[in-house]
């Protein structure tokens, strides 16, 4: 059983994925504690009705941000986690944070890496960057976070077909539906002690 802390921003339906999963069994999981850096984040009632303690952490009341990610390690630190999922958290995280959980952060991105990530590049504008570059295909990247942005080894990705008719919302939604498979499956696959790493590869057994 895999102790998991859970970083959101905003409407947690990532969250409830990685839920469901460890509630019909496929993933050897606890999440211990989700912390969010926005009080209005919907992710923080998905975690309360699921039972999950909740945490806001409101930068502003943090001089820097190392001051700020430490806050975040001691919560996780205290409560043994040992997985730590990024689930639409849109801030950075810390070198130091990085280092403490080094191949042990977990990040979902709704484009195939390398393409369309990087700093600035989350959320809508990735699906707006899609459509206006024209390109046939987008999808999922799931990935290890390392010091960089969105550079980290990658553990699974998937296609998604871009339509000629799609706008941001019908391809953000078909994107979405692809991510709530591919996040739990990464975890379920690391709770499963499936996943090394070679350099720069990922390797599932
Ligand atoms: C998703 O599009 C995800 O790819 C990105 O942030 C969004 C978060 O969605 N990382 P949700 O908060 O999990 O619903």
Redesign the pocket.
């Known amino acids: 059983m895999v102790n998991i802390g859970v970083l ?8 409830q994925g990685i839920i469901d999963n460890i509630h019909n069994g496929k993933i050897d999981g606890n999440i211990k504690l989700v912390i969010s850096n926005r009080k209005d984040a919907y ?1 923080l009632i998905r975690a309360k009705k699921a039972g999950i303690e909740t945490l806001h952490l409101d930068r502003g009341k943090f001089s820097t941000e190392e001051e700020y990610n430490r806050r975040i390690m001691e919560e996780f630190i205290n409560r043994d986690v040992e997985l730590v999922v990024l ?2 958290y849109l801030r950075v995280l810390s070198k130091e944070f990085v280092r403490e959980y080094e191949n042990r952060i977990i990040n ?3 484009s195939l890496i390398p393409s369309f990530c990087g700093k600035g590049c ?2 809508e504008r990735v699906h707006e960057m899609v459509l206006e570059r024209g390109v046939k295909v987008t999808g999922v990247t799931v990935h290890f976070v390392d010091e960089g942005t969105d550079t980290g080894p990658i553990i699974l990705q998937k296609a998604v077909v871009v339509k000629d008719d799609d706008t941001v919302e019908s391809l ?1 939604k078909r ?2 539906q692809v ?1 709530h498979q591919l996040l739990p499956k990464a975890i379920e696959l690391y709770c499963q002690k499936r996943i090394s790493i070679q350099g720069r590869k990922v390797i599932i057994n």
């Open positions: 959101i921003s905003g409407r947690g339906t990532n969250l992710g689930a639409g979902i991105h709704p989350y959320g953000k994107v979405l991510e």
